[in-house]
């Protein structure tokens, strides 16, 4: 890290550098760019990952916090841009850098208004094009009368805005056509069966093949980062659940952890080793639904029955620890809630007796089919740099060779004391991204199989707190969920609720690649390529 | 008269009052006999084969998926045939949150819906708007937009509460008059004309 540092301030002597879990760079918007550029291209450096653009307001100040990985070196590290304007703020854009951050950006210029020169599309993301204000901004004016429940529908435009430096560094706007006038645009979603919930694409096509697609997203944004800053800390984590309510149980542990790490919570082991079983059974409930949904998103309605089988097992043996089929909320900051059910172990073991003749059954029925192999070889292809660019994590991601499970690369809690593969593909189309989760199926039963009959005996749940307040400062943690890294953020001003609590979700670059991976294929490989995404609408909007 | 279905003893139902209220609306409009007997008939189809709508916004969804499934089976009740298009659906099972942006389109599909339709409100959001409560950007319960028929509790409901709503739909349907539209029809009407959409004549 120290080297890092030193390189980053010979080539920049205005950054200013903050200690911090992740080490943060400070540096003035005009030098961003460049910087960007370097650690990015620096061949000792190669953050060719941009996890996160976390938008800020700091009341006199708006501005972002970029979070970059190496995926070479493993390193992390932050950059902060700030600017003082809060009528007219600009920063400046590095979506030329790396793809996803264009789709990042348009976010932060949604929740708070900060425009970015020179990215090629600052529309809003989530919210409808005629919304008024800013809402994750401080002095946000919440009137239910400015922005009302309509029946009507929203204004459709064809056009973006873009703002462009000339030559003499003046900022001009720009109003740019999405689709060409001669485009023939189909519209597919909100309420289609296939894009699995309410997400919205708007095809344009060449007879049947596809031109571009652009993404509208929304639908169900809930606003949970701004709920979240006027609650205590224990009452955010039941939103949790109700992101990606398959991946319930890691993106509790994600945020448990982080407010455990900025209140130095030692948890016990007990603890730990029930949140990772607790987490590897909904991997394997997460992968179970996938497939079912997947096979009968390409007509194989019966593989839905022989996958919720297994499902249907597992939520059984949640139920009866959790009390609750879907929306858990288990763990808690200092542990878990209750004690296992006595039966759990037994449970358990049930489960893994039966499984394995469960996955041979689906590769039987499914995997090797002639229709289901014609349908997804060779088709959206993901090539292992654009998954990086893109930002592209989990199961998808590693079906394009991109080792980046966090589980490994950056173990928390035990999981480096665990023995288990990395399923890792090189194929990137369709069938690696199906075929890498069947094999996760496998290595979660194998992780499993090791803690079952060891889980110490301890204390469930350490003494935290009645009133817990966060120390200031800011905290940043990523989980494996079922779907890719997960990721919470929490700035923290003292007091007993999140300053900002951001939340990092794994399936926003999976729905905004697709995109890029259906360009040149027919209409009807969009539905295959997307169910392979695997995305969840509710994680991507929060 | 006790509406009720074959699985079920009357007095385990809840909500009986309120039937017995539209029970009671029926007998005074008074019915000839044929239509009445015709009417019989239909609602008897019509409660045993009815077809959602595949909508499904958030977690509410996938208990409708596992309610599909071979473990709990709606097939058994006659309403299996989920269809994705309003068109073919008797009824919307809004199922997940629905928020401002989605608003136009909930709305629209509803309207899209053929007579007669209904609606049963799913889970917590969908009732309330739920845990989001102090949300800039939830519908703070769907029945702002649409008229709903049944109220279905829980965050997510159980796919056993799911069953029991689309009974209590289906008893509902028993007790109306096909011909005519006595018991809710006006209601809708009501409600459409006081939640109007520009250029769409209700």
Redo the contacts between chains.
Sequence with gaps: MADIQERIATLYPDATFEAADITVVNIPDAQWHSLAKTLRDDPELRFDYLMTIVGMDWADSLGCIYYLNSTSTGAHISVKVTTNDRIKPMLHSVADLWAIAGIYEREVYDFFGIVFINNPDMRRL???IDWKGF?LRKD?D?DENL?P??????RQSDFTDTWVEDENGKVVKKEVRVFGPEDFVVNIG????ATH??LRFRTAVDGETIKKIDLYC???????E??AE?LTYPQTL??M??LD??SAHPYHHCLCMTIEQAAGIEISRRAQVIRVLMDELSRIASHC?FIG?YCMDLGATTM??YT??V??QILDIMEKTCGA???FNYECIGGVMQDLDPNFVADVHKLLEVLPANIKEYNKLFTGNVITENRLIGVGNLSREDAISWGVTGPSGRASGWACDIRKTDPYSIYSELDFEEVVRTEGDSMARFKVRMDEMVQSARIIEQLIDNIPEGEICVKVPKVLKLPKGHWCRFVEGCRGTFGTFIESDGTTSPYRLKIIPPCLPAAAVVDHITRGFKIADLITIGGSMDYI??DIDR | MEVTTKSMPYEDWKDNEYIEGLVKELNDNGANVIVGSLDKLINWGRSNSVWPL??????C???F??L????YDMARFGWEVAR?SPRQADFMMVA??I???????A???YDQLAEPKYVIACGACAVSGG??R??????MGVG??IPVDVYLPG??P?PEAMIYSIMQLSRKMKVERFFGGVNRQEKQQEFLKS?P??GIDD
């Design positions: 989530f919210l409808s809402p946000y919440a922005n429940v309509t029946t009507e529908s929203e909100p309420q289609h069966p919930g309410v929304g639908y169900i944004h809930r606003g949970v701004k709920i006027q039941h939103f659940d109700r309510y398959f639904l949904t839905l029955f919720l089988r499902r249907e089929r879907m929306t609408v509710p | 595949t909508f499904a916004t958030s977690c969804g996938i208990e998926v596992s599909g499934a071979a473990r994705s997940g949150t928020v401002k942006r989605m608003a136009p389109v709305r629209r599909l845990p989001f102090k949300s800039y950007h939830v519908v702002k937009i965050c997510p159980r939640h959409i520009e």
